[in-house]
């Protein structure tokens, strides 16, 4: 079974704004302090910048901590504290394009998460607002200890959880957005 939704948000700013605290978003000491607090540490493992083409590539680690495990299940499986992620960010400054792709580097053997998020210039306000696309895919791996049902239930746990993350990543985005605008004037 996979759990996979698609979520799109518009943020009422330019697009170069948005791209800017996005890339701030894990790093940013408020967003760490109160809404991302279950972010532990970013680390960038790479990062290629190709002044030819106005491209950026770069590659980060993320640590956070894990959300508990449905009580039922506590028992059954071992689970680590910490998720460790994967995200891949691509930039296209002249085509006004961002992609960010994560993936779980750990806890493969109970689930497997996979987010692909893009930022466009708004279709009809592209000089003001941004498209946001988000599209996650959640799968629990076959686990022969775990019956159909709770790995449903883990499923739907950790949609539930990333759908609240999520939320507080926009909410952060937005309010590093505000300051930057502050900043514009």
Not at 30 to 59: C, F, K, M, N, Q
Request: net charge positive; glycine share 4%.
């Amino acid at each position: 079974m996979v759990v996979s939704y698609t979520q799109e948000h518009v943020y009422r700013h330019p697009w170069h704004r948005v791209t800017a605290a996005a890339w701030r978003k894990f790093t940013d000491a408020d967003a760490r302090a109160a809404p991302l607090s279950h972010i532990l540490e970013v680390h960038t493992l790479s990062r290629r910048v190709d002044a030819g083409s106005g491209r950026i590539d770069a590659v980060r680690a993320i640590a956070g901590r894990a959300p508990p495990l449905p009580l039922l299940l506590r028992g059954l499986v071992a689970a680590a504290d910490v998720v460790l992620c994967v995200e891949h960010t691509t930039v296209d400054g002249p085509a006004r394009a961002m992609r960010v792709v994560s993936r779980n580097a750990n806890l493969r053997a109970l689930v497997h998460v996979e987010e692909s998020c893009s930022y466009r210039p708004h279709p009809e306000r592209p000089d003001e607002w941004t498209l946001f696309r988000q599209e996650t895919s959640i799968r629990c791996a076959p686990l022969a200890a775990v019956a159909a049902w709770a790995a449903e239930m883990v499923e739907r746990r950790c949609a539930e959880r990333f759908r609240q993350n999520a939320s507080q990543g926009r909410e952060v985005v937005e309010t590093i957005c505000e300051r930057l605008a502050l900043a514009d004037h």
